[in-house]
């Protein structure tokens, strides 16, 4: 079964510079979320979007931004790099109905240099 | 959202049952009972969810008690790729409701 891609899977970046890290949802999956973790730390929500429209958003810094394009696939542009925004970024996605589980998927590991 | 609680860390024997336990005493009617774990620095991978009654699925089962104050997660047979740190989540019944990681178990299972 398809999952959730996530790429690039590594991206190496210096101070300042900016990042994009996108995101395909499972086909039908209408809805995606945005996650960071840190090291030795637990995933913290960022931002989600629900119908190509933002639904809710976390502690995301404003050099953060994200949207949602029609074929449903996400990006989440990072500028202004910093050393502390080192991180895991997984994108979730779940498909329109109540009480359904969201699927992560493997994770772009981003290090700022 | 509702906070959960759980220990720390546990440990299990390869073999045995782990059973992992989750505090949610505020969870709200309409919150669901969501367990994930993440096994070295994957993406968090979903185990289960109920509402009320006790759920099982091929991964685990999931004891919810009937004040749905806590919970527990069972893994029948654990195995070495069990360890993770397992999370468990009050959500939401809104597929837009996000998932909020608190600092979960982790789960070591020895030979």
């Known amino acids: 079964a398809a999952g959730v891609i996530q790429s690039p899977r590594h991206l190496i970046k210096e101070k300042r510079e900016t990042a994009t890290l996108k995101c395909y949802p499972i086909?039908?999956?209408?809805?995606v979320y945005w996650y960071q973790q840190g090291p030795g730390q637990d995933p913290q929500f960022l931002i989600s979007f629900y119908e190509k429209m933002q639904s809710d958003k976390g502690s995301i810094p404003d050099r953060f931004s994200a949207q949602q394009f029609s074929d449903y696939h996400s990006e989440l542009n990072m500028s202004s790099l910093e050393l502390g925004d080192s991180a895991l970024y997984f994108c979730?996605?779940?498909?329109?109905?109540?009480?359904?589980?969201?699927?992560f998927g493997q994770g772009t590991r981003l290090t700022v240099v | 959202d509702a906070k959960t609680t759980q220990p720390p860390s546990m440990d299990c024997a390869e073999g045995r049952a782990a059973n992992l336990p989750c505090n949610h005493s505020t969870i709200s009617g309409n919150e669901y009972v969501y367990w994930y774990r993440q096994i070295h620095s994957q993406g968090p991978q979903y185990i289960i969810h109920g509402l009320k009654n006790n759920e099982t699925n091929e991964m685990a089962s999931l004891i919810i008690t009937e004040d749905r104050k806590s919970s527990t997660l069972i893994l029948p047979h654990a195995t070495l790729r069990d360890t993770a740190v397992y999370y468990c989540?009050?959500?939401?019944?809104?597929?837009?409701?996000?998932?909020?990681f608190g600092t979960g178990t982790r789960l070591q299972v020895f030979p």
């Open positions: 989540i009050a959500r939401g019944e809104d597929n837009t409701d996000k998932l909020i």
């Open positions: 086909p039908r999956h209408d809805t």
């Open positions: 979730a996605s779940s498909w329109d109905s109540m009480n359904t589980e969201a699927f």
